[in-house]
């Protein structure tokens, strides 16, 4: 059961953080200089996605999937990579909600939120090419006599 869930999740995690990537990054495909309309939209709705699910992926990974016993040093270095990636693009994004930043702040808040989440699909890319390697050793293992 814990791996269906641990493959659900790396799932449903890769679905949000390549629409929230392909709307932010369609723009500047067409020459456009900001993210609106529809595209803005969908990515509203793929970074709600990312909000729930970022924590929720984080526990229950941290609890049961990284730890030297149960992950391999690739598996783990993409997981912290990627949790605190992700946490930088919320904490960016929150941070232009508040009252506080001025103008060019905001738009350095922006940016930084712009490759904090761009950063984010490197580090799933580690992750899951971390947690195949481990689940491959893992079978050889238990395949193995002796």
């Not at 526990?59 to 992950?71: E, H, K, Q, V």
């Amino acid at each position: 059961m814990k791996v269906l869930v641990d493959r659900i999740l790396l799932v449903l995690l890769f679905v949000v953080i390549f629409a929230a990537s392909a709307t932010a990054a369609l723009p500047e495909f067409f020459g456009a200089d900001h993210l609106g309309g529809a595209l803005l939209l969908a990515h509203m709705f793929s970074s709600g996605g990312l909000v729930f699910l970022l924590p929720i992926f984080a526990l229950f990974w941290l609890f049961s999937c990284i730890s030297s016993a149960t992950s391999g040093a690739l598996q783990r270095l993409g997981f912290w990579l990627l949790v605190s990636s992700g946490l930088l693009t919320i904490a960016t994004i929150f941070a232009c909600m508040l009252p506080y930043p001025s103008t060019e702040q905001m738009e350095q808040l922006i940016k930084l939120h712009g490759y904090a989440g761009f950063a984010m699909v490197p580090a799933l890319f580690v992750l899951m090419i971390g947690a195949a390697r481990w689940r491959s050793i893992q079978r050889a293992r238990s395949s193995t006599l002796g």
